[in-house]
């Protein structure tokens, strides 16, 4: 058991360290995700600790502390997924549920051993944690399943650094870890007190595991900045006002060709045009009647298409060719070619060839 303690130390650790030396440690998310590790290093150094004094407070101290990391990481992707630039005040109260435990525990005098099995308050507090726990979850994927509606108005493309599917792994990982905790308990035949040690060493290695794996993600993953778009109030006279911009747009994705660039965004084009980037968000969903992701798709997609119509069709390679045109992948880029041709890039070009023969 110590062993394990004392990875999930040096991994919370290591963490803290590495996100206070990032350049954007500044930013609400990652202050988040550092105040994450250094709760998480206080709660190996506890443990370790109590393993020779055995202490009860200390150990419901820790239980409590459990919980904290899916307080934790919905505030974090609320953050990671926003313009906003400092953690509001208020945010303190989603600790509450946490203290409110503790105080039942401390009240109740829980022994976490004793109490195992025969005791209304082993129910009620488990209870308790369980549905702090599903709330939180239910938080974090509601703002997981909010971003990635929205991603397609601010991004161009699809990467891991934007769509935080690693903390949807994290966040399931650690429901079945639960799941299968929960039923190692109903199913077992084992003396209560033998059973609980078992129990914490699962439970604590699989926390270890968890905390490496947000060290390794969490230091390699970047803000996600989105636009908040304003919404008019006269939605008539906005569309006339920008429907002489739409034009200047079109030349210049005709005449500069951005969307080559496969890291290309919502932020990026609109440095390049000297426009705000809630205006030009404004104008493609507005005026287009589209979301930035489709508009710049269409545009790789039809680029595309003329080179395949240039091309000599004995030596077209699609993959290079589409990288050539800005995808990143290439499902991205079948799927795309799909969705706008009707046809996957190889049946078209296979109807190329039979149309020059």
């Known amino acids: 058991m110590e062993m394990i303690f004392l990875y999930g130390l040096v991994f919370s650790l290591i963490g803290?360290?590495?996100?206070?030396?990032?350049?954007?440690?500044?930013?609400?998310?990652?202050?988040?995700?550092?105040?994450?590790?250094?709760?998480?290093?206080?709660?190996?150094?506890?443990?370790?600790?109590?393993?020779?004094?055995?202490?009860?407070l200390l150990h419901n101290v820790c239980t409590v502390i459990s919980i904290e990391?899916?307080?934790?990481?919905?505030?974090?992707?609320?953050?990671?997924?926003s313009d906003l630039k400092r953690i509001k005040n208020k945010d303190i109260l989603y600790?509450?549920?946490?203290?409110?435990?503790?105080?039942?525990?401390?009240?109740?005098?829980y022994d976490y051993i004793n109490s195992a099995y025969s005791s209304i308050h082993y129910d009620i507090i488990n209870t308790l944690f369980?549905?702090?726990?599903?709330?939180?979850?239910?938080?974090?994927?509601?703002?997981?399943?909010?971003?990635?509606?929205?991603?397609?108005?601010?991004?161009?493309?699809?990467s891991a650094k934007i769509n935080l599917y690693w903390v949807v792994a994290i966040l399931s990982y650690d429901v079945l870890i639960h799941i299968g905790g929960m039923g190692w308990i109903l199913l077992?035949?084992?003396?209560?007190?033998?059973?609980?040690?078992?129990?914490?060493?699962?439970?604590n290695f699989n926390h270890s595991i968890s905390i490496f794996i947000i060290l390794i993600l969490g230091v390699w993953q970047r803000n996600i900045t989105k636009t908040q778009i304003v919404k008019a109030q006269d939605k008539k006279?906005?569309?006339?006002?920008?429907?002489?911009?739409?034009?200047?747009?079109?030349?210049?994705?005709?005449?500069?060709k951005p969307f080559l660039n496969g890291d290309l965004s919502l932020e990026k084009l609109a440095e390049q045009l000297d426009v705000k980037k809630q205006y030009l968000s404004e104008v493609i969903n507005t005026n287009l009647n589209t979301n930035f992701f489709n508009f710049i798709k269409e545009y790789r997609v039809n680029h595309m298409i003329d080179l395949l119509k240039k091309e000599d069709s004995s030596n077209i390679k699609l993959l290079y060719l589409a990288y050539e045109c800005g995808f990143n992948s290439k499902s991205a880029f079948n799927k795309?070619?799909?969705?706008?041709?009707?046809?996957?890039?190889?049946?078209?070009?296979?109807?190329l060839k039979d149309k020059r023969s």
């Open 16 to 56: 803290s360290v590495f996100i206070y030396m990032l350049k954007d440690r500044s930013q609400a998310g990652n202050i988040i995700l550092l105040s994450f590790f250094l709760l998480s290093t206080i709660k190996y150094v506890i443990e370790l600790v109590n393993q020779k004094y055995n202490n009860l």
């Open 237 to 256: 006279e906005e569309k006339e006002r920008n429907e002489d911009y739409v034009e200047v747009l079109k030349q210049y994705m005709d005449l500069k």
């Open 95 to 109: 600790f509450l549920p946490a203290v409110v435990l503790l105080i039942y525990m401390v009240v109740s005098r």
């Open 69 to 81: 990391k899916y307080i934790f990481f919905f505030l974090y992707l609320k953050y990671m997924t």
């Open 188 to 203: 077992s035949k084992e003396n209560p007190v033998e059973l609980y040690d078992e129990i914490s060493v699962y439970y």
């Open 130 to 158: 369980f549905a702090f726990m599903i709330c939180f979850l239910f938080l974090s994927f509601r703002i997981l399943k909010w971003h990635h509606e929205d991603l397609k108005s601010y991004y161009s493309y699809e």
């Open 336 to 351: 795309a070619f799909k969705e706008i041709t009707g046809n996957t890039p190889s049946e078209y070009l296979n109807k």
